[in-house]
């Protein structure tokens, strides 16, 4: 059965990393996703995002899509096919919200990984490192979806596996034995009926 890892967590938890690194070690596939916003200069369609135009955005079937900043992102049914079909073992990197949809979307094919960092105050040295300003880390930080994002959401309550990404090495082993139950999951048959 072909399975799609979800990483979820608030922006600075370290879901891009997780993301390359289960890339790297296991060639665990990044669904693409689409957007209305202009390719910048180093990007490249589909390997970055698929970039659409409003007319072709609509071409695709989503599993979910929001509107930021007077563009259109979302992630389609065909991008995670395409991811599927070089790998059985797909990941993407989503908001809170985005989790709880592709849970409700997919069920069995979903594996949830929600990332924590106990201090706040890792998270904004890691975003000042990423390059962010001190302004636009305290916005992202007072947003209702960072708060939202910071905590593990009811529906995904059972269903996700946590994390704690402070330390890089003990993560690492986490994700390593976490990745290893989503490959046994993968062997399995889901129930008819």
Do not use: C
Request: hydrophobic share 30%; proline share 3%.
């Amino acid at each position: 059965m072909d399975k799609v890892i979800v990483i979820a967590g608030p922006t600075g938890s370290g879901k891009t990393t997780i993301a390359d690194y289960l890339y790297q070690k296991y060639g665990v596939i990044k669904v693409i996703t689409h957007t209305t916003r202009p390719k910048r200069k180093n990007e490249q369609s589909g390997i970055d995002y698929y970039f659409e135009t409003d007319e072709t955005f609509d071409d695709n079937h989503y599993l979910e899509q929001v509107q930021y900043s007077y563009y259109r992102y979302g992630s389609s049914y065909e991008g995670l096919r395409r991811a599927w079909s070089k790998n059985s073992i797909a990941s993407i990197v989503l908001d809170t919200a985005g989790a709880i949809t592709y849970l409700k979307e997919l069920g069995a094919q979903v594996e949830i990984l929600f990332l924590r960092v106990n201090e706040e105050k890792t998270l904004k040295d890691r975003l000042l490192k990423r390059g962010d300003s001190l302004e636009a880390i305290q916005k992202r930080i007072d947003s209702p979806e960072y708060r939202r994002d910071m905590q593990l959401p009811e529906e995904l309550q059972g269903r996700a596996t946590v994390i704690n990404n402070d330390d890089w090495e003990h993560t690492k082993q986490k994700i390593d034995q976490f990745y290893q139950r989503v490959k046994e999951a993968t062997k399995k048959i889901p129930n008819e009926g």
